[in-house]
């Protein structure tokens, strides 16, 4: 790989941290997602810490959280006693379905409020019912998002 690239690819993990972190999510974990983007995999667990000079502790809680996103899967490599982490099949159709089923959640609160409220709080009502549209409108659109990108993935 040369400087130029080895540079590029630096500033593009270390970007996909922030943009991880502004989205609320852990930095650490949006710099492995970006790692993985670029390696594909299989990487090992102690290439991830010395990569991104990261705690192997960082690793372990950061990799278990984009499995249970469903970005990374854990393998493992015959006569290699060490995890590895590939990008999963798919795995931006994963982060929309895991999306999706938030919203799905969301909508059910939104529901649930609209019940126990008196039909005598118009105003609530209304609001609630535009939150819950918002809710499904990004649900249904999430969906459509999932099976496209299971199918380009």
């Known amino acids: 790989m040369s400087q130029s690239t080895s540079i ?17 999510l852990p930095r650490i974990a949006g ?11 299989p990487v090992s667990f102690a290439q991830l810490a010395q990569r991104l000079e990261i705690s192997r502790g960082s690793v ?5 959280f984009l499995e ?22 798919a795995p931006y159709a994963q982060l929309l379905r895991g999306s999706a089923e938030r919203l799905s959640k969301a909508g059910a609160v939104v529901s649930q409020a609209k019940t126990a ?13 535009e939150l819950g549209e918002f809710y499904k409108a ?16």
């Open 8 to 24: 590029a690819v630096e500033e593009f993990v270390e970007r996909m941290g922030l943009v991880a972190e502004g989205d609320g």
């Open 31 to 41: 710099r492995i997602m970006g790692l993985m983007v670029i390696e594909g995999g």
């Open 60 to 64: 372990s809680t950061n990799t278990r």
């Open 68 to 89: 249970r996103l469903g970005v990374i899967e854990r393998i493992t490599i015959r006569g290699d006693r060490q995890d590895y982490f590939q990008l999963s099949k």
């Open 117 to 129: 409220l008196s039909d005598s709080d118009l105003g609530a009502l209304h609001r609630l019912d």
């Open 138 to 153: 990004l649900n249904d659109s999430f969906k459509q998002l999932a099976a496209r990108f299971s199918k380009t993935d």
